[in-house]
T-cell receptor, first 117, second 110 residues
């Protein structure tokens, strides 16, 4: 079974621009979560989508948005880029992961390294 | 929200045993997970404790004590390839979102 894929792997943008990142989950997985990883802040949760609906959202400004398509593929968008948005953006998929007592294993993609100049 | 604290760095000798602790402040969560991440790689799932006690998976074991707000990952018979960052994580019951710990960088030396 193919793993989680993310495109592009590397991206360089300038301040003020916007960017769209893509994530294809493992086949059959309905939940897709996005994370921002930086050396200073670690792994921080952005949002989670399940069945095309945003189910949870972390503490990020409205410049960060996302969506999920009927085939579970997801995109995240960052508008008006700032220098501080430079980070590794990770996508993770899971079967569902919302039930108590269920192994909440998430499968991560390789990430998109975004550099904002 | 949740706060999960881990030691930032740990160094251990090949073949030895190392314990990576995770202390947390939380109002309620489903269980404690552990992930491994090599430099430049994606985090990969190691273990999950839904209940208090010890879970063993090969050379790795994980422990959870909700009454002590504490958990740990135990790595035995350390190998050089175990050099990586390790993260504890929870999914909270109120907001249903994932929180990751601060991460521990493990270096295994010969």
């Amino acid at each position: 079974k193919a793993g989680v894929t993310q495109t592009p792997r590397y991206l360089i943008k300038t301040r003020g621009q916007q960017v769209t990142l893509s994530c294809s989950p493992i086949s059959g997985h309905r939940s897709v979560s996005w994370y921002q990883q930086t050396p200073g802040q670690g792994l921080q949760f952005l949002f989670e989508y399940f069945s095309e609906t945003q189910r949870n959202k972390g503490n990020f400004p409205g410049r960060f948005s996302g969506r999920q398509f009927s085939n579970s593929r997801s995109e995240m968008n960052v508008s008006t880029l700032e220098l501080g948005d430079s980070a590794l953006y990770l996508c993770a998929s899971s079967l569902d992961g919302s039930l108590a007592g269920v192994n909440n294993e998430q499968f991560f993609g390789p990430g998109t390294r975004l550099t904002v100049l | 929200g949740q706060s999960l604290e881990q030691p930032s760095e740990v160094t251990a000798v090949e073949g030895a045993i190392v314990q990576i602790n995770c202390t947390y402040q939380t109002s309620g969560f489903y269980g404690l997970s552990w992930y491994q991440q090599h430099d430049g790689g994606a985090p990969t799932f190691l273990s999950y404790n839904a209940l208090d006690g010890l879970e063993e998976t090969g050379r790795f074991s994980s422990f959870l004590s909700r009454s002590d707000s504490y958990g740990y990952l135990l790595l035995q018979e350390l190998q050089m390839k175990d050099s990586a960052s390790y993260f504890c994580a929870v999914r909270d019951q109120s907001g249903n979102q994932f929180y990751f710990g601060t991460g521990t960088s493990l270096t295994v030396i010969p």
